[in-house]
């Protein structure tokens, strides 16, 4: 699976849009981003995922650029429970996998 | 509700006790995973098993076991071998392995060796 890159951490003031970026400039063809989040001490919760298209959900959106080389996650009204690590994660369909986390970016949703 | 129970929420272990950490859920899902995050770090895969009485092992199995007797269960076993046990244990469960849509994690165990 390829390799994702996301800035340590960002903050966000309430009812903003928080957006957080993901590089995945290794990213091969049939491989999907998919976007966790693991609020403190709890499971990490899935939230969106996408292969080319831009996809939205009652959580997120997801915009992968033309090239999939990177994507952004976006809270479209951040809230103070939407405080947590959130993890970018590349991975291929149809074979055996299992999720591989790095260290994710601690979001702060500041009042 | 459906969903993944791990437990104990704490565990408390004197140094070179064998100790198990129990999974179990009731999603019907054939794949399992144990996870191991260590603070301000991501999560690292120790075990995972796709199918009852199969499993494999994961970026740092060394020190800990597992069995899959049963589909709803996947026991973890941290056993004295493990250098630096203390840790938060995350199972996981999907309907198969071959996507990452669907994860579901329990709340997970913290486990201190004292």
């Known amino acids: 699976d390829a390799k994702t890159t996301q800035p340590t951490s960002m903050d966000c003031a309430e009812g903003r849009a928080a957006n957080l970026p993901c590089n995945h400039s290794?990213?091969?063809?049939?491989?999907?981003v998919y976007w966790y989040r693991q609020i403190h001490s709890q499971g990490p919760q899935y939230i969106i995922h996408?292969?080319?298209n831009n996809e939205t959900n009652e959580m997120a959106s997801l915009i992968i650029t033309e090239d999939r080389k990177s994507s952004t996650l976006i809270l479209p009204h951040a809230t103070l429970r939407d405080t947590a690590v959130y993890y970018c994660?590349?991975?291929?369909?149809?074979?055996?996998?299992?999720?591989?986390f790095g260290s994710g970016t601690q979001l702060t949703v500041l009042p | 509700d459906g969903g993944i129970t791990q437990s104990p929420k704490y565990l408390f272990r004197k140094e070179g006790q064998n100790v198990t950490l129990s999974c179990e859920q009731n999603?019907?899902?054939?794949?399992m995973y144990w996870y191991r995050q260590d603070p301000g770090q991501g999560l690292r895969l120790i075990y995972y098993?796709?199918?009852?009485?199969?499993?494999q092992k994961g970026d740092i199995a060394e020190g800990y076991s597992v069995s899959r007797e049963k589909k709803e269960s996947f026991p973890l076993t941290v056993t004295s071998a493990q250098k630096n046990p203390t840790a938060f244990y995350l199972c996981?469960?999907?309907?198969?392995?071959?996507?990452?849509?669907?994860?579901?994690f329990g709340s997970g165990t913290r486990l201190t060796v004292v």
């Open positions: 996981a469960s999907s309907l198969d392995h071959s996507s990452g849509y669907g994860y579901t």
């Open positions: 290794t990213i091969s063809g049939n491989e999907y």
């Open positions: 996408g292969l080319k």
């Open positions: 994660i590349a991975v291929s369909s149809g074979s055996a996998r299992q999720l591989t």
């Open positions: 999603l019907n899902h054939d794949a």
């Open positions: 098993s796709q199918i009852v009485n199969d499993f």
